[in-house]
């Protein structure tokens, strides 16, 4: 697996968008330089994040979302597994 997040990404699981893989490693959001923890979705090539609007759902119980544009950058808190085993051991 590759150190860069992909460019679309969700966290419904009925998404196309949606990876649990991904989403298990973590993904750090900075949109318009602030760093966001309530993404749902977004896309770094459109430029755009889909936050939850307040408490409110639709009536199938899903939070309704506002879509922000703006800069969006994004990547991964966790690193992959196996990173540690490319990296040479100490020998003293």
């Known amino acids: 697996m590759s150190d860069t997040p992909p460019d679309h990404l969700s966290t419904n699981p009925k998404s196309p968008h949606f990876n649990m893989e991904v989403l298990q490693r973590g993904i750090g959001i900075r949109f318009k ?44 808190e966790n690193p992959a597994e196996g990173a540690d085993e490319d990296k040479p051991a100490d020998t003293e």
Request: hydrophobic share 30%; proline share 5%; glycine share 12%.
């Open 33 to 76: 330089g602030r760093e966001r923890k309530d993404v749902e979705e977004y896309s770094i090539s459109e430029g755009w994040i889909r936050v939850a609007a307040g408490k409110t759902r639709d009536r199938h119980g899903n939070p309704l979302t506002i879509k922000l544009t703006g800069p969006v950058e994004a990547w991964f």
